[in-house]
């Protein structure tokens, strides 16, 4: 079984950068697409960032693009989350996420968060 495990959340002030890590911990297992997701007290959780395993293509939510860097590891079976130029409104539990064997399996497997504060 696939069991993803964060790391590398905290407290950091504005305009500061943290960096984030997930790795599978479970059962080896080569998803299609690794990604993260992000959820704020009294919101609904939303998308991140993206990296297909095979090519590295990455994506990114517009509120995120030019201010963190989504990579992976594919033999260490792990993706991060490089994040600069950090502000509150990037205050969040941040969640790793898996797709299936293909990207349109969609994302089938999650960690259990992180949280990442941003003081003004």
């Known amino acids: 079984q696939v069991q993803l495990v964060e790391s590398g959340g905290g407290l950091v002030q504005a305009g500061g950068s943290l960096s984030l890590s997930c790795a599978n911990s479970?059962?080896?297992?080569?998803?299609?697409?690794m990604g993260w997701f992000r959820q704020a007290p009294g919101k609904e959780r939303e998308f991140v960032a993206s990296?297909?395993?095979?090519?590295?293509?990455?994506s990114y939510a517009d509120s995120v693009k030019g201010r963190f860097t989504i990579s992976r590891d594919n033999v260490k079976n792990t993706v991060y989350l490089q994040m600069n130029s950090l502000k509150p409104d990037d205050t969040a539990t941040y969640y790793c996420?898996?797709?299936?064997?293909?990207?349109?399996?969609?994302?089938?497997?999650w960690g259990q968060g992180t949280q990442v504060t941003v003081s003004s």
């Open positions: 996420a898996w797709t299936g064997l293909t990207y349109t399996s969609g994302w089938n497997y």
């Open positions: 990296v297909l395993r095979n090519g590295g293509s990455t």
């Open positions: 479970g059962q080896s297992f080569f998803s299609a697409a």
